[in-house]
């Protein structure tokens, strides 16, 4: 027998922002591979499945990913429908092509649900819409990180030439990221907002370029997306009024 391997986006925490279609594949499921991020509440709606959790560690990625993909295959020979879960959208810096070729170039039938990436929760969160007409007529999603053995990523010349940008996987490198992007030509003053937890009890704080470090520095453990360009300025004006009220108040 071979089943079919749905690669299904999590979204990018909030389990009311699933697809329906992902909640009834869940629901159909006889075995879910899912990574960390994923909450238990989304988990708990694959209520016939088994549940494996792949989540990789960091520096064993290569390795991890291969065991993934012949986890999957061999699912796919057992089960009619195999999920594999992923979080936000599974395209999205998800390593979601190596499996899908891998599961292809064994005649194993994919699909994809796509699911709302944590650029467009943040977007959501703040109330900022992150191309904004006579603004932002662009928007790039960039991560800094490349594996072991890969080419050098383009992400300085993809941020430079974007009006928004979106910094996934960056937070760790918030210091080397704001010297990048300075060096190259980006204004210090770019207004950017680092945010944690994005579509859940999320932390936003909002400052300059030249003030990444600091902002990264003050959140506390879980994913973070940094996002960087002009239509995040009248939100961090906003921001700094209110803190400013806050203090008068006290
Ligand atoms: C391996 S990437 C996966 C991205 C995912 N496929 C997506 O579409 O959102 C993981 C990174 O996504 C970002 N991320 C994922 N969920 C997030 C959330 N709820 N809030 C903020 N950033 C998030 C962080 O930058 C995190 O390091």
Excluded: C
């Amino acid at each position: 027998m071979s089943g079919t391997v749905y690669l299904v986006g999590a979204g990018p925490g909030a389990a009311d922002l699933l697809t329906l279609r992902a909640a009834r594949l869940l629901g159909e499921a006889e075995i879910v591979f899912h990574d960390a991020l994923v909450p238990g509440e989304i988990l708990s709606l694959a209520r016939r499945a088994q549940l494996v959790a792949v989540g990789k560690r960091s520096g064993r990625h290569s390795t991890a990913q291969r065991f993934i993909n012949k986890r999957l295959a061999d699912a796919a020979r057992k089960h009619r429908v195999v999920v594999r879960l992923k979080g936000g959208d599974p395209l999205v810096f998800g390593r979601a092509q190596e499996e899908i070729d891998f599961l292809r170039a064994r005649g194993i039938v994919v699909e994809v649900v796509p699911g709302i990436t944590a650029a467009l929760a943040a977007g959501a969160d703040l109330g900022v819409s992150l191309t904004q007409r006579g603004v932002a007529r662009s928007l790039a999603f960039v991560t800094p990180r490349v594996g072991a053995g890969e080419s050098p990523s383009t992400w300085v010349q993809s941020v430079l030439a974007a009006d928004t940008a979106a910094i996934y996987m960056g937070a760790g490198e918030a210091p080397a990221i704001a010297q990048a992007l300075m060096a190259a030509g980006k204004a210090p003053g770019t207004p950017v907002v680092v945010i944690e937890n994005a579509s859940m009890e999320h932390r936003a704080v909002h400052g300059t370029l030249a003030q990444l470090a600091v902002l990264a520095a003050q959140l506390s453990g879980g994913p973070v997306l940094i996002l960087l360009g002009e239509v995040l300025r009248k939100a961090a004006r906003a921001a700094r009024s209110a803190t400013a009220r806050r203090r008068l108040a006290r």
